[in-house]
């Protein structure tokens, strides 16, 4: 862990009235003997990374020097000193709202108490990953749009959840609670075991588990679909314009029962075992597939095709009916 001697203030005057007051107590103290120039530079800019100009929203800070970090940790674990910090800036806080910002000036506070949905400024986007229908991993970037990438990570949220055995497939069972666990970057890009916010929501209201119920079932369908598209692709070689066109007719033909699924109804599962639709009969093969780099077995490339699913490992399936894969999604394997 690395430790610096830290303060923040509200104009860059009384920046360097405190500067002397510290440089005065590590000579007492003995940390810096026998040097009279400490030569620490009062950074222009604010913890959030905005240009200090002397307004009282503005926080500037100092920091030593690098040559000095090991002297001021050797302190730091001797002593029970209030003017030294584990400082931790994290990086939502180069993101808040003018508003925002004064409600929370100092970076180095666990921001436990920010909302990224409304004290940020532009929202950030989000990598979600799912299992079973339920969101269980959220990444949120500063990201760049032109060249589709992170700038850097601002905090991730991991969820879990508990269900009741209450109904034959894990797809139809109520949930019971989920614990939500998140944490934030530094600049360093680092995330600080300890730091954590965790929250548990307990479903015990009926209205609460049909909901949830709902949002599941139709994440589920929404990947069942996708995977229905890429399958006929690489199985059958058809264009997009032809796999559109079966998918539509596919899903056309269980609207209703989609419907009912999603309300909590498994009598859609029944309906695609005996459904005798030959693609979903036919057993699936690890076909080579092209691509700008080479041919690929299908099950080698099938994983990038599903990165906001756990479960997208699709060897399992080969040399079975392509509705085995169809019918987990419905049962909530996938």
Not at 4 to 25: D, G, M
Not at 310 to 323: A, F, L, R, T, W
Request: hydrophobic content about 35%; aromatic content about 12%.
């Amino acid at each position: 862990m690395e430790y610096k001697l830290y303060t923040i203030c509200p104009s860059f005057e009384t920046a360097q009235a405190n500067l002397q007051v510290i440089r005065t107590l590590m000579l007492e103290d003995g940390i810096l003997d026998n040097i009279t120039t400490i030569n620490w530079d009062i950074p222009h800019k604010v913890g959030n990374g905005i240009e200090g100009n002397g307004d009282t929203t503005q926080y500037y800070y100092t920091t030593p020097d690098e040559e000095y970090a090991s002297q001021v940790q050797a302190y730091v674990q001797s002593h029970d000193d209030p003017k030294l910090f584990d400082v931790y800036n994290f990086n939502i806080y180069k993101h808040l709202t003018a508003t925002a910002r004064e409600k929370f000036p100092d970076p180095s506070i666990v921001p436990h108490s920010v909302d990224y949905k409304i004290d940020v400024s532009p929202n950030f986007h989000q990598q979600k990953v799912f299992e079973f229908g339920f969101l269980v991993n959220t990444v949120l970037h500063y990201w760049d749009g032109d060249l589709s990438q992170s700038i850097h990570e601002i905090a991730r949220i991991v969820e879990q959840y508990t269900v009741k055995d209450n109904s034959r497939y894990h797809s139809t069972k109520t949930i019971d609670r989920r614990l939500k666990k998140r944490d934030w970057t530094t600049v360093d890009g680092l995330y600080i075991e300890g730091l954590s916010k965790i929250t548990t929501k307990i479903y015990d209201a009926v209205i609460d588990q049909r909901r949830e119920g709902r949002i599941r079932r139709d994440n589920i369908f929404t990947f069942l679909s996708k995977d229905y598209f890429a399958l006929r692709q690489f199985q059958l070689g058809e264009s997009e314009d032809q796999v559109e066109v079966a998918a539509f007719g596919f899903l056309k033909k269980y609207s209703s029962l989609k419907a009912d699924f999603i309300e909590g109804s498994w009598a859609i599962i029944q309906y695609v075992e005996e459904d005798d639709d030959p693609f979903l009969n036919m057993i699936m093969q690890d076909n080579l597939i092209p691509t700008p780099q080479g041919s690929f077995p299908m099950s080698a490339i099938y994983p990038s095709f599903f990165p906001e699913l756990v479960n997208n490992d699709i060897s399992p399936y080969i040399g079975q009916p392509v509705k085995n894969r169809i019918l987990d999604h419905l049962k909530g394997l996938v």
